[in-house]
């Protein structure tokens, strides 16, 4: 008789964990007073970086146990990265854990840890019934978005490979994206338009829009372009965090050459012109008002000077912005004599240079 193989070291050390993440949701389903607490941590846990100890374990290659998640695009490699990989291929493991996300639907950060658990397995398995498929796929959604957002509050991509996976893997998938139902795919062309920016793909803007869904309304907000173009103005305009602010606005300029209709066009350019003003109701930095000046100029270089001729006469009206305004603007005339002068010396140096190497 062959005997039977022992599990693998990165396989019981994930088995583990999924049991000490199903005792915990156990722990949160029976403490009603602790259940948000103890599903925040829980949320906390799965979304570490995997530290190098643990790295050893999951990602042995005597073994033969690579998880497919080491391959972790342009991010750090996290729990919820291995975990995700491993539903996929021990689906028996993660279905406890699955039905007491279930039952924890209402709760905060139950979608949180649904959508980071559960996002490959979504699509790698067979659902037949619809509303069970549509409340996981509504609940990815929202987990998905509650998540891209705790990495724009804290500027960071922690996140990034659950976005390039539903962008890479999903979106531009077909196979995969029609598992889900219509009014998912909607939501989640929606999701993917206001954050491929921030997670530096726009690069691939072009193959994103030609997989847009379709839409009832498309005939009042226009072809995918414009849908992609509202949802990205509605997104700058929540945007409170001033780095994260900058990236969106040096990355926007791929909008340039797009085809939009009229009301889009002028909804874009009012939102880049409300942070181009000190005050409210955006209240902008003079970076981002600097940002958001090239991005207008950029896209909407038609009517560029009288723009910033009516700019310049409504900041006359604010006396209190000149001492500001009038040393910004010495500082800058300085630095631009400075690098002339500078430039200037080294072409003579070069030019003094020259006939003595020769």
Known sequence: MSEAHPPSRSSAYLDALSQAIHKKLQRALANSSQRRNLLQELFADIALEVDDRAKDVIVNKEEDAISPAEDVN???????DV????FVRVPESGKPILDLIVQLWSQSFASHIFALLFHKWLFEVHIDNPEVLLRYS?????GATNV???DIQTNTRRFQSLFCYLLDEVALDHS?????PVQAQRDMYLLLSRFILFYNSADKIDSFLKQCPVFQTAFLVGGPADIFVTELTDQLQKLKVEPVLLHYLSEIKVLQGMELRMTTSTRLKTCLYSFTSP???MYPT????HAAWEALDLLFPVGRYPRHLISLFFRLLYPWYWPSSCWNFAISCVKAVFYSLLGLIFSMWEKIAKPKSQ
Not at 138 to 142: E, H, P, R
Not at 176 to 180: A, E, G, Q, V
């Open 176 to 180: 995969r994206l029609n598992k889900i």
């Open 138 to 142: 509504s609940a990815l959604v929202q």
């Open 148 to 150: 891209f957002w705790i």
């Open 286 to 289: 003079r970076a981002v008002r």
């Open 83 to 86: 975990l995700a990989d491993y």
């Open 74 to 80: 342009d991010g750090p490699l996290c729990f919820y």
């Open 279 to 281: 005050g409210g109701p």
